[in-house]
Nanobody, 126 residues
Framework: QVQLVESGGGSVQAGGSLRLSCAAS????????MGWFRQAPGKEREGVAV????????SIDDSVKGRFTISQDSAKNTLYLQMNSLKPEDTAMYYC???????????????????WGQGTQVTVSS
């Protein structure tokens, strides 16, 4: 049974930083896709950053490129999202997600991800 548990959200002023964590359990193989998605009130959910956890290939949305970094600690089965230079428009509920099945290339922000965490709120004030 796959479980994803996020932590690290909070409130910060514009220009500040936060690091989100996602502890994953239940996968019995590597080379699967994991990533971060977000949903602001009244908006559709959007992909932020994803990684092939075996190949360490990342895909980052243009809106956060240069400010956000996705990384992982394989020994701890934990995924991170380091968010720097935060803007008010980054305010959203952030979700960790994973996709079942091995992938032997880059992962896409537009694929269907079938495992989700409970979400962690990030609020950026101006």
């Amino acid at each position: 049974q796959v479980q994803l548990v996020e932590s690290g959200g909070g409130s910060v002023q514009a220009g500040g930083s936060l690091r989100l964590s996602c502890a994953a359990s239940g996968f019995t193989y590597r080379n699967y896709c994991m990533g971060w998605f977000r949903q602001a009130p009244g908006k559709e959910r959007e992909g932020v950053a994803v990684v092939n956890n075996g190949l360490l290939r990342t895909s980052i949305d243009d809106s956060v490129k240069g400010r956000f970094t996705i990384s992982q600690d394989s020994a701890k089965n934990t995924l991170y999202l380091q968010m720097n230079s935060l803007k008010p428009e980054d305010t959203a509920m952030y979700y960790c997600a994973a996709k079942d099945g091995r992938v032997y290339g880059s992962c896409s922000l537009r694929w269907e991800y079938n495992f989700w965490g409970q979400g962690t709120q990030v609020t950026v004030s101006s």
